[in-house]
């Protein structure tokens, strides 16, 4: 019998989200509910008792959290994707391929998502104190709520660049625009985006069966078209 789950998606994962969502809906027959906002914000509203069945977080701290505290399902949680980090600009030759232009600062504004509610935040400012940057940068700081935001300050010009996730740059068959630089992964610790099935899905057909869909190799499919990285299968 069909029915309904409710998602709560961390803002970098909406997009490749809606499409993996589409293709479990065709597959079982379930709708989805997809609910988009920072990691922080989200395990907020879960913990004042958001009507969530699932969570796809932009990190692994964040589900350990929910499951610790009660609101998620223990031995649930799984490493769903790797984000990868970008440090983008809307204008051609405003970012060059290694990321020189953070030393050269000939820019005014550097989108950063909010480091204590948005994991990418949080992995641009490491990255910036690896390249002894962060403390010379951080006056210049346009700070997003979250990476969604962030993008649009960049893209709206608000910031001649900003750090953002690969996967909202890199839409699938199309052309990426503007300049960019991938930040070398051995600047800022993993970003493991994990799911986890929350206390309000457990026995619930629709909620458990996306857990599973979200593993298949459709989904992981999906989600590695959309730049992201792949943790091993199991």
Known sequence: ???????????????????IAQAFTQATGHAVRVSGASTGKLYLQIRNGGPFEVMLSADDETPRKLVAQGHGVSGSAFTYALGKLVLWSAHPEVVDAEGRVLRDGAFQRLAVANPKLAPYGAAATEALQA???????????VQGENI??????????????????????????QAVSGSQWVVPEHLYTPIRQDAVLLKKGEGQPAAE???RFMRSPQARQIIQTWGYGLAPAR
């Open 1 to 19: 019998m069909a029915d309904e789950v409710r998602v709560a998606v961390a803002s970098n994962f909406v997009a490749p989200f809606q499409h």
């Open 131 to 141: 390249l002894g940057q962060l403390e010379r940068l951080t006056p210049r700081f």
């Open 209 to 211: 069966a996306l857990m």
């Open 148 to 173: 969604a935001q962030t993008l649009q300050f960049v893209s709206t010009g608000n910031a001649e660049l900003g750090f953002v996730a690969l996967s909202q740059v890199a839409v699938p068959g």
